[in-house]
């Protein structure tokens, strides 16, 4: 399957260095290879390979190589520095993919910076528009599909739900078993599954460190740090509140939701909502990638309890408000209240199981999957 970001990355990789990241298995190497096909003759390298481990350290690879593809390079004692030798001294034309799981700035941050010397991409589970657009089908189909298997591919496009869930077993497995004791030690994989598996069923709801701290015998600081590891592979992301002053934003309590929607346990209304975070994740992330716009995603909350599920921000000012209906179309209180208070966002109730869509002055009642095919991956 071709994936959103093919050309993108194809076109810029005759510019500059790509760092291209993502989740595991959110089809990374698919889309090297796949880029490998149009720059003849290339080579692609994975630091985890033993063989291909000394061909990096010793930089023998084909000196004719007109794309070399480095995977996990990050691993490497010393990335940055190597990395940097090796863009500003690699051959004239030859174009350079280097890809990783882990969000690559996490890593040991020394050796001078690469700033300048690439162009960054992230790489996203599958949506309503890229499923629509790949594979065909309704909106309507698509969304049904990628919130029962999730978005990534492998689960996505198997032919039966139990292939689905046999690949996300193993999955989950060894994100905790592989990737996480990178981060961490190995006696905290215990402690760390259990707080996976509690983030699990408190999807959409603001996260009480200091609550789950208590049930799991830990600190609010370990498991702080936990949630960073996790944000930092890429398993799940933070939403936080909107405020014009970022540092108070930040201090609150964000919401947390899945990159893969069927790691999510709830009902299909928390799936629903789940899906359309990651699906807003993405637009946002595709226009931070591509066109270098400042725009963000958040969610509102006041303190007597008013909430709308999301908000999505440009230049420091909200353009949209989002709530999630899985068959209501019943205008949403506090999506009323704020879009009088945010007159210049448009105000949209999305509803999974919609009949007809309507315009109920300040609202605008729409079916979601139509709606999310819109967005801009």
């Known amino acids: 399957m071709k994936r959103y970001l093919d050309d993108l990355v194809a076109t810029d990789l005759q510019r500059k260095m790509v760092l291209l990241t993502g989740p595991r298995q959110v089809g990374k190497t698919t889309l090297c290879r796949q880029l490998m096909e149009r720059f003849p003759p290339a ?5 985890d390979v033993a063989a291909d481990r000394t061909i990096l350290q010793r930089q023998t690879w084909g000196a004719r190589t007109r794309l070399l593809a480095l995977d996990e390079i990050h691993k490497m004692r010393g990335w940055k520095n190597w990395l940097k030798g090796l863009v500003d001294g690699r051959s004239p ?3 350079l993919l280097v890809t990783g799981s882990a969000r690559m700035e996490t890593w040991r941050q020394s050796g001078d910076s690469l700033a300048g010397r690439y162009l960054p991409y992230r790489l996203h589970p599958i949506s309503v528009r890229e499923w629509c657009e790949q594979q065909g089908g309704t909106p309507a189909e698509a969304l049904s599909r990628l919130m029962e298997r999730g978005g990534f591919p492998e689960p996505c496009l198997a032919e039966s739900r139990e292939d689905a869930e046999r690949w996300r077993r193993q999955y989950f497995t060894d ?29 959409g709801s603001p996260l009480s460190l200091a609550s789950i701290a208590r049930d799991l015998a830990l600190s609010p600081t370990t498991l702080k740090r936990y949630l960073d590891i996790l944000q930092a592979l890429y398993i799940v992301f933070a939403v936080q509140p909107w405020h014009h002053n970022i540092a108070r934003a930040i201090l609150q309590t964000p919401k947390v939701y899945f990159f893969d929607t069927g790691l999510v346990r709830g009902d299909a209304g928390i799936r629903f909502e789940n899906a359309v975070a990651a699906m807003l994740l993405k637009h946002v992330h595709f226009r931070q990638d591509t066109q270098g ?5 958040h969610y509102i909350r006041t303190k007597d309890g008013a909430e709308v599920d999301f908000a999505l921000s440009e230049e420091n ?21 704020f879009a009088a208070h945010f007159p210049a966002a448009a105000a949209v109730q999305l509803v999974f199981d919609l009949r007809q869509e309507e315009y109920r002055a300040p609202l605008h009642i ?4 139509n709606w999310l095919k819109e967005l801009s991956a």
């Open 175 to 203: 994100l905790i078993r592989e990737d996480v004791v990178e981060f961490s030690r190995l006696h905290e994989i215990t402690a760390m599954r259990l707080f996976v598996e509690l983030l699990r069923e408190r999807v």
């Open 293 to 297: 716009k400042a725009v963000g995603l």
């Open 317 to 337: 000012r909200l353009s949209h408000l989002i709530e999630c209906k899985l068959s209501d179309n019943t205008p949403h209180r506090a999506l009323g209240r």
């Open 366 to 369: 729409l079916d979601a999957a």
């Open 43 to 47: 080579q692609y390298l994975n630091w």
């Open 93 to 95: 034309g030859q174009a």
